[in-house]
């Protein structure tokens, strides 16, 4: 959960684990504040679209994974607590970055959409993305 403005949101993000870029990135409030199977398969079958049948690693955190992985037919295991250190790191990164930009940039429009911080997530992907690749 992040929070932007006087919202707090969920951000769902999955990596490739050899190269390290963000392949997808899901941005939404939720007034329930619960993350559950549906969201979860919503965001897996979506990964799938783009990058195809892969098996699903997680760090264990929640039953709703393993069940939308069922759900999709996907095989599903769960990190090292390395590889969930390493996600873990990755994940506060994004998180501390997004808060920063909020606190500087934050949005003065009533009731707003958080588009700014969309597109902000979008630029930040691509720029991360891009520098992994120039260091290897």
Aim: hydrophobic share 40%; proline share 3%; net charge positive.
């Amino acid at each position: 959960m992040l929070k932007v403005g006087s919202e707090f949101v969920w951000l769902w993000v999955a990596t490739e684990p050899e190269n390290r870029q963000i392949l997808a990135l899901l941005f939404f409030a939720n007034k329930s504040k619960e993350r559950n199977m549906f969201v979860s398969e919503r965001f897996i079958s979506g990964l799938v679209k783009i990058h195809g049948i892969h098996p699903v690693s997680t760090d264990g955190e929640g039953t709703w994974y393993p069940m939308a992985c069922r759900f999709l037919n996907l095989d599903h295991h769960i990190h090292s607590s390395l590889e969930k250190s390493l996600i873990e790191r990755k994940m506060q990164y994004i998180k501390d970055r997004t808060e920063s930009f909020d606190d500087y940039f934050p949005c003065r429009i009533k009731n707003c959409k958080l588009k700014h911080v969309r597109n902000w997530l979008r630029l930040f992907v691509d720029y991360h993305n891009n520098e992994i690749k120039h260091i290897k």
